[in-house]
């Protein structure tokens, strides 16, 4: 079974960016995807990436978030800019084991393997 890790995480002012990675123990020919969930709220979805690159995410997450994906480095990405307080949260990489085709899906309770988490905490 496939494991995930994710770095990247840290302190970070408000305004400032970030690139978080989550690389894959073999080669992940899946949906990958970023989640984040702050304290007593649930697992939302940032933005998930097929296998040949295509990406969806919430309207709500557009703009100041890029998925990315090296399948050569079994690693996705996340560029994060223009972070603010509300940003702060552990952000989780995950995968679906299953044929998805194109089109990923956007559920959190979907992907079926986590990783550990990164946290990432926006100071103002």
């Known amino acids: 079974q496939v494991q995930l890790m994710e770095s990247g995480g840290g302190s970070v002012q408000a305004g400032g960016s970030l690139r978080l990675s989550c690389v894959a123990s073999t080669s992940n020919e899946y949906c990958m995807g970023w989640f984040r969930q702050a304290p007593g709220k649930d697992r939302d979805v940032i933005a998930v990436?097929?296998?040949?690159?295509?990406?969806r995410s919430p309207d709500s997450m557009k703009g100041r978030f890029a998925i990315s994906r090296d399948n050569l480095k079994s690693t996705i990405y996340l560029h994060m800019s223009s972070l603010n307080v509300e940003d702060t949260a552990k952000y989780f990489c995950g995968t679906y084991q299953r044929d998805a085709g194109p089109r990923c899906p956007l559920t959190p309770h979907a992907y079926n393997i986590w990783g550990p988490g990164t946290q990432v905490t926006v100071s103002g």
């Open positions: 990436i097929s296998p040949a690159g295509g990406t």
